[in-house]
């Protein structure tokens, strides 16, 4: 009778340590603090930005982009590049993704909100990054202090014309109606370096419809944007059209294109450690080469400048190139040898 009695209190003692235990899980569960999630969207380039940040104990946790519908080979990197930036410094005021400015605006400025909403005080979002919008609409940028040209006077047809870009041929082909307006201007460009020379096509045909006319060049891709221009002088031409200022010589942005010394040029700047570039030039007096040398850059962040900069150095054929975001320190070192070569292919 004792042993069941003792073997009773076992088991009693056992089934009350297990309430308690659970019971402790629950309140540990309910009382532990969780991450507040908030959501916001703002007008990027194409469209709505909507991001959605977690927030726990007033430390940003993350930020994630939900939706957009930027295009990917513009705005892609800003979409990866901007949330870990803003995780990272646990606010708004970042650099901005080379050539997708208003990517990189939208999710700040939605991030901001959600942050306002958490309780928090936002950054103000740079002011410096409102400049490099022109960049990507290429709706402002005026190469070389020269105006953009109306046509008038177009005869209805279609008319085509190429010319040499960056990779190779720029075939226009433009579509003029019935009363003399350009109702259609396709670009074709299959060589065109993809993010550079690509997404100065996408931004040019829009603006060459809504400018009725000659557009500017875009800065970056100065090889693209001239062959666009020259092919669609041409097919203006053709349609019986004139241009005012419509060269397309004139049309280039800041490039040392025809006017430097043939020969293989070196210089070195400081990055996180030195930073050695190579440019050779062509007996046409062009950038035909450029060789970037940074052992010592970071990984993933300095090594990846280094990558896009080179391409984005031959299209411009300048060291009039944007720094690539989050990596200030590589690309100021690049552009800064790069601008040394230069100068010594130009004093010869």
């Known amino acids: 009778m004792e042993e069941k009695k003792q073997g009773f209190l076992s088991t009693y003692k056992c089934l009350v340590l297990f309430v308690v235990m659970a019971v ?22 194409m469209g709505d930005v909507t991001v959605q940040v977690s927030v726990k104990d007033g430390v940003i946790t993350s930020v994630v982009v939900t939706e957009q519908s930027e295009t990917p080979e513009i705005a892609g990197a800003a979409m990866e590049q901007i949330p870990a930036a803003i995780v990272e410094r646990q606010n708004v005021d970042v650099d901005v993704v080379s050539g997708a400015t208003y990517a990189s605006r939208a999710i700040m400025t939605a991030v901001a909100d959600c942050m306002t909403q958490a309780g928090l005080t936002p950054a103000e979002i740079p002011e410096t990054t409102a400049a490099a919008e022109e960049t990507e609409s290429g709706a402002d940028e005026t190469a070389g202090g020269q105006e953009s040209a109306a046509v008038s006077g177009l005869t209805a047809g ?75 002088t041409d097919c203006i031409e053709q349609a019986g059209g004139s ?17 430097l010394a043939a020969g293989t040029y070196t210089a070195t700047a400081q990055g996180m450690g030195d930073i050695t570039v190579t440019i050779t030039v062509g007996e046409d007096g062009s950038i035909a080469d450029v060789v970037i040398d940074g052992p010592d850059e970071t990984p993933g962040i300095g090594s990846t400048a280094i990558e896009q900069l080179q391409p984005a150095i031959l299209e411009a054929q300048s060291a009039d190139v944007d720094i690539v975001s989050s990596a200030t320190i590589t690309s100021n070192a690049v552009i800064a040898a790069v601008q040394d070569c230069i100068d010594q292919a130009s004093q010869r």
């Open 24 to 45: 402790l899980a629950v309140v540990i569960v309910l009382v532990k603090p969780k991450a507040d999630v908030y959501t916001a969207t703002a007008q990027g380039y």
């Open 158 to 232: 279609t008319y085509t014309a190429s010319a040499e870009g960056y990779g190779g041929e720029v075939t226009v082909t433009l579509t003029v109606g019935a009363e003399g307006t350009i109702t259609d201007a396709a670009i074709d460009g299959p060589d065109e370096t993809p993010g550079i020379g690509g997404a100065a096509i996408e931004q040019l045909q829009p603006e060459i419809l809504e400018k009725q006319g000659v557009p500017d060049a875009v800065t970056g891709a100065t090889f693209t944007s001239n062959a666009v221009i020259s092919a669609l």
């Open 243 to 259: 241009t005012a200022g419509g060269d397309s010589e004139d049309s280039g942005a800041s490039s040392s294109a025809g006017s």
